[in-house]
């Protein structure tokens, strides 16, 4: 089982530059999300979505956009990237089940902006 | 706002013993509270999740407590072994946030010696 898909992996961008980050699941949930982490400050929620065409801001969502045309997909593009992006990305993904439904994450993708 | 605590940052024991991991939140009106394992260079891989109304969860050797009144929960693990060395965390989702956004823990790195 695939579960939820993150790609790439590891990304060293410059100052300036965008780029996309890729998350697919195969769960059919409707909830997807990204979070980053970063030493000290835990994971924090960037953007989230709960089903197709529905987006929504998280707690730090400057610099980042999202977009969701399928169930399946929750891309991340980062328009110019700054040096405060360097983090590690994760997307989540759960039901809209609150009470019952765990979150599952992909592997995370690794950026350095330099 | 919730803030949610984790107390050791990190802990070393030896293989066999029994351990508890702390988790503590300041608004007790959670939805559901989870706990996470990572290993090293990966995701999350959810743990136990336990709802509002439960007071405890269990899987295989690990026990989870809720206590909505003290803001408290803890992860009970029995009988330790050195695989379950990773670091744990806690993360609680409120019940009024629409954005079903969880509030993390820094973590507890666990280390099991042999």
């Known amino acids: 089982n695939a579960g939820v898909t993150q790609t790439p992996k590891f990304q060293v961008l410059k100052t300036g530059q965008s780029m996309t980050l890729q998350c697919a699941q195969d769960m059919n949930h409707e909830y997807m999300s990204w979070y980053r982490q970063d030493p000290g400050m835990g994971l924090r929620l960037i953007h989230y979505s709960v089903g197709a065409g529905i987006t929504d801001q998280g707690e730090v969502p400057n610099g980042y956009n999202v977009s969701r045309s399928t169930t399946e997909d929750f891309p991340l593009r980062l328009l110019s990237a700054a040096p405060s992006q360097t983090s590690v990305y994760f997307c989540a993904s759960s039901s809209p089940d609150r009470a019952n439904s765990p979150l599952h994450f992909g592997n995370g993708t690794r950026l350095t902006v330099t | 706002k919730q803030e949610v605590t984790q107390i050791p940052a990190a802990l070393s024991v030896p293989e066999g013993e029994n351990l508890v991991l702390n988790c503590s939140f300041t608004d007790s009106a959670i939805y559901n509270l989870q706990w996470f394992r990572q290993d090293p260079g990966k995701g999350l891989t959810s743990l136990l999740l336990?709802?509002?109304?439960?007071r405890e969860q269990t899987s295989g050797r690990l026990n989870a407590s809720l206590d909505k009144s003290s803001g408290r929960s803890t992860l009970y693990i029995a009988a330790s072994q050195p695989g379950d060395s990773a670091t744990y965390l806690c993360a609680g989702r409120g019940s009024k946030d629409s954005s079903y956004k969880l509030i993390f823990g820094s973590g507890t790195r666990l280390l099991v010696r042999p």
């Open positions: 336990i709802q509002s109304s439960q």
